[in-house]
Every structure is written in C-alpha cells, then in structure tokens.
C-alpha cells in the first residue's frame, strides 16, 4: 500500500519503519529465539569484577578475526573476548541488507560504525561492533587465491579446512538480482571470461561469491560463529573501551600481562593474564584499531609517542606504517525503471589488475534517508564527483538538502564499481590523542604510485564498455529525450557517470583521482617482519599477537572477510596444535 499526497513521505516512512521491524521481530522469533540464550557467555563489560580468575588468552576485538579466534581457544582454554561496541542481534540497522547504508550514516557515539576522515580528504568508517567489519559491509564472501596463501606462508592444508569451517556456520549462495546477472552477462560480453558459475575461489573471470546475507536479506556476521565457541570457557564483554596492553618491564623484554578497559559507564577495569606457560593477549582491533593500540600502549615510534607523553615499552618505527586501501571509483547508470536492490554478488576478476562489482536500488524510495544510494552516497560521504579535499561536512550536508527536490527518477538504476587489486601506494597512521575512543590520523596516499592510476584508468575503460553492453542498454531502454532527461537528472543528483573523452588517458586520470572512494578494504599497520613474526608475535615483546587485516601487505582476494575471519579460526587452530600438540585434537 502507498499513499500519494502531502503526507505521502512520511506516511510511507513510517509504514517501511513498521514494515522493517515486523520482519526482524518475525524473523529472530521463529529463527533462533533470544540471543541470550544462544550466547549466554556475552554480557556488559560493567559487569566484569577484576577479582575475577585470570585468563589463559584475553583478546582484544570481538571483530572479523576475534570472533572465530576466541570461539577456536575457547574449545581449550579460558578466554576473554573484549570489544568497544555493542551486540548486533537487535539491530534492524545492522541485521538486514536493505538498512546497509543506514549503520553507515549514522555518526553518532552508538553507531556500528565510527566515522573518520582520512588526510587525503576521503570519508571513511570502521566498524564498532561485535562482529566488526562484517556488521556494516556489502556481504560479499570470496577466499584469497593460491598465489596468496603460498604468498603468506601459510599451511594450504589448514587454510583449507579453516574457510569451509566459517562457509557452514554463515555463507549462503545469493540469488541473483536482475542488476548482478545483467553485469555478469555484460562483463562476459565484453571479454571478462571464463564464467566461472558460483564459486568461491579467486579464479580469472567472471563468478557469482557467497554472500553473508541469507534469502530474507538478513545479515549473518562473524558475531556468530561464537555459537561454535565453549560457553564455559568464553567470557565475552560489549561495551568494553581498552585503554592500553599492561606490561611487566623488569625483565630482558617486556612481558604483557594484562589489559585495562573502560567499561560503558566509563568505570576502569583491569584484567589479568594467567602466568601458565604460553598465555597470550592477541591483539584483533582491525587495521586501524590495531596499530592504535599497540601505540597507546608505548608500542612504536618513540618520538611520537613521547609528543605525547606515552611511556615508551618498545621502540619501533614500522607500527602504524604500510597503511593501504583499495581505491574505489564508480560510475552510476540511471534506468528508465526501479531496480530490485542488491549488494555485490558478482564480480569480474580481470587481468589489467582492476576487479568490477555492482550494486543497485538504494536510491528510489522514500526511507529515513532520503533518495540514498548506497555504497557510493552523500550520506556516508562517498560524494565522488567533488574532489577528495573538497568533500567537507558542510560541503556534504548542503547537497543531502538540494538533492531533496530532486526528482526520484534520478536515483532510479545502480553502480559499476571499479576497484584496484593490490595497490602500490602507501600511508600511515599517527596518533592525535591519548584516548581510544578519537580517531587516529589516517592517510592512505590514493594514486601516489603510477601504477594505480594507470589501472584505474584501464578499469573505467571497462566500465564504460559495461555501461555501452546490451545488457545495460536493456535498464535505459527508452526514447533518445528520456534517457537525456534521465541522465540531465543525474547530472543534477551530482552521482558519478561515465566521464567523458574516455580516450584522453590523461583526463581519466583526474577523474580517478577526483571521484575516488573507499570501498572500506583497507590494511597494513602491524606487518610481518616490520611488527611481528611469521607466527604473529609482536616483535620484542614476550606474550602478545596481533592476528587481523593490519598484518596484511595485500588485501585478500576481491573482498577480504571471508579470509579474515578464516584467519581467525586458522590461527586459533595453530596456537592450540602448538600448545597442546596431539592433545589439542584439530
């Protein structure tokens, strides 16, 4: 039912709010019943009494990797899971697809999402929430390909039996939208071949991945594979903020020993690190939140942390450093008619060192977020046809109140994203203040190398010959004065379409570098061989790891979640077998 008329907007609104809740209330009913009860070991980190036993491993981030980590310990030994956010189970925002770009606009303190600027002037986020990374991205689930693993020194074994231990518990096989299976035609059209059906290995070609939502379009995040985890062994605190890492200093090397944390009603707690041989804290804040705390725990460059009064336990420079995101650039492709929505299920793994995703139908009805358009939107910063170092807030929130008379019609149709694979350039993280909850300083150096711009400009290429296919022309199919109308409007909308004189390598070039975004896959930080070993322990320190995405000098396949978290369970894996040998049965 739809209302037409003055109170047209905030009737429909109000009808999708009831509509939404109804669906999750359905849903938890007749799934899993309360979470509580499936995970009873989860708790407010106000809760915590530090008389409480100590721990054979505290883990700091309940996120992509933490999870399957701590469920993985746990079968063994007594593990505490800490994490600065809250749980996802009731969020409406968080559970379904169709709320995906609502977590990511949303800047307040108890967002699944924080906020931040990098240097370079691109808006960003990072997740805040039990389940990190995989509460607030687009779903798409595909491992890293051989070449990778052997890359990073891994067992193939292991890696083998670590990704389909995480592909049972919450990947699903999509169904298609209309959207994915007309870039999958197009993409084999134009060259983009094989196809190589469903899959999820990384194979050139085209290939449809697994997905972490399930048919009703609600999110399955890495928060449950905990469900795999001992329950009388695991102690998970919410809302719990880790100040810093505690170190005993009197020996040769620093020892951790303990871990200090504000809780949500900013009381401080510590907890305490059992003495047994081969306790550990592990470190799994993401690629951001890990340099951070390693430096505010007096891990890093010792001149900056002494700007700030941060005592000084092990000076090294590289933490922090090799910091590196996959550059985005879109271009949007208005239709003569509502697109279904969908995230990426789809993807073009080419040669030329470039990956094409799509995404479609954020954009055409009235929500909480009017005329949104998902992952390359106004409302969490992604306005891509202004300049990096021109997307101010101010410059942002005045075109959210233009675009608000601006037909819906023009937001009607869907991306073609165009992502670089492995990135050259490089940037750094810095500290701006001692407290954990402000962002650090980001840079990431978008096209400082070459090498990236050159790719780009080879992938809008492709992108434009997508947009030109048959199957495309299908979407706009319409008289020569409406699709001007349609793309007059988009003009207006201010979203990205094909740049013109495509031939001109050098104007695409400013185009890469003007209407680049983030697709949120960024990395480096904690490096092995610059920060930790082979066996991801901290370099000069005894009794600490960092096992996430800032160890990475790469990111994984097209889209890393599936091989952050099957990290979690592999590294799980080797820590027990290195424990306990036979014993530990895995």
């Not at 490096?527 to 066996?535: T, W």
Request: proline share 5%; with cysteine.
């Amino acid at each position: 039912m739809a209302v037409v008329g003055p109170l047209s907007v905030i009737f429909n609104l109000l009808l999708s709010l009831l509509v939404s809740h109804l669906h999750f209330t359905i849903l938890t009913q007749a799934g899993e019943g309360r979470w509580e009860d499936k995970y009873p070991f989860i708790r407010e980190a106000s809760t915590f009494s530090s008389f409480s036993d100590s721990y054979d491993y505290i883990i700091v981030g309940g996120g992509t990797a933490g999870c399957p980590l701590a469920a993985t310990l746990s079968t063994k030994f007594r593990v505490l899971l800490v994490e600065r956010g809250g749980v996802p189970f009731t969020n409406a925002n968080v559970s379904f697809m169709q709320n995906f770009h609502i977590s990511l606009a949303d800047t307040s303190s108890t967002s699944a999402s924080q906020f931040f600027i990098s240097t370079d002037g691109v808006f960003n986020s990072r997740a805040r929430i039990l389940g990190g990374g995989t509460c607030i991205n687009a779903g798409f689930y595909t491992r890293a390909g051989p070449s990778y693993i052997e890359k990073a020194g891994w067992d193939s074994k292991l890696v083998n039996e670590s990704y389909p231990w995480v592909e049972k518990q919450i990947v699903q096989r999509p169904n298609l939208a209309p959207w994915q299976e007309a870039i999958r035609e197009s993409l084999l059209e134009i060259g983009i071949s094989p196809f190589n059906g469903f899959t999820y290995d990384h194979i050139y070609g085209t290939k449809v991945g697994g997905t972490i939502f399930d048919h009703y379009g609600r999110r399955h995040s890495a928060a449950e594979l905990l469900a795999s985890a001992n329950p009388n062994k695991l102690d998970v605190l919410v809302h719990a903020t880790v100040q810093k890492i505690d170190f005993d200093t009197s020996g040769k090397k620093p020892r951790a020993v303990g871990v200090i944390f504000k809780d949500e009603n900013g009381k401080e707690h510590k907890a305490f690190l059992s003495t047994r041989k081969g306790s550990e804290i592990i470190v799994s804040s993401g690629a951001i939140g890990s340099p951070h705390i390693l430096m505010l725990s007096g891990i890093g460059p010792k001149a900056e942390l002494e700007k700030l009064n941060i005592t000084v336990v092990l000076d090294n420079k590289f933490v922090g450093q090799g910091m590196s995101d996959n550059p985005l650039n879109t271009i949007f492709v208005p239709t003569n008619r509502p697109v279904e929505q969908s995230l990426i299920q789809t993807v073009g793994i080419t040669k030329k060192g470039v990956y094409i995703e799509a995404s479609s139908g954020f954009g055409q009805s009235g929500d909480s977020i009017s005329c949104h358009h998902g992952v390359a939107s106004a409302e969490i910063g992604q306005l891509s046809t202004i300049p990096p170092k021109q997307r101010t807030v101010e410059a942002i929130e005045a075109y959210r109140r233009s675009k608000k008379n601006i037909p819906h019609e023009a937001f009607r149709g869907g991306f073609i994203l165009e992502k670089i694979a492995l990135p050259l350039s490089r940037g750094n993280i810095s500290l701006v203040t001692t407290n954990p909850d402000d962002n650090p300083s980001i840079t990431f150096n978008y096209f400082s190398h070459p090498r990236d711009l050159k790719r780009c400009v080879n992938g809008i290429r492709i992108v434009e010959k997508i947009a030109k296919s048959k199957h495309f022309t299908n979407f706009t199919q319409c008289n020569k004065e409406t699709l001007d109308r349609l793309l007059n409007m988009s003009v207006q909308a201010n979203v990205n379409l094909i740049p013109k004189h495509t031939h001109n390598t050098e104007s695409l070039e400013q185009f890469c570098k003007d209407t680049v975004i983030t697709i949120w896959h960024y990395h480096g930080g904690c490096q092995v061989g610059k920060v930790i070993a082979p066996d991801h322990k901290v370099l000069g320190v005894h009794r600490l790891r960092v096992i996430d995405g800032s160890t990475f000098k790469e990111s994984p396949g097209t889209n890393p979640q599936a091989t952050v978290m099957m990290m979690g369970r592999y590294m799980g894996v080797k820590i027990l077998r290195e424990r306990l040998g036979k014993a530990a049965g895995l």
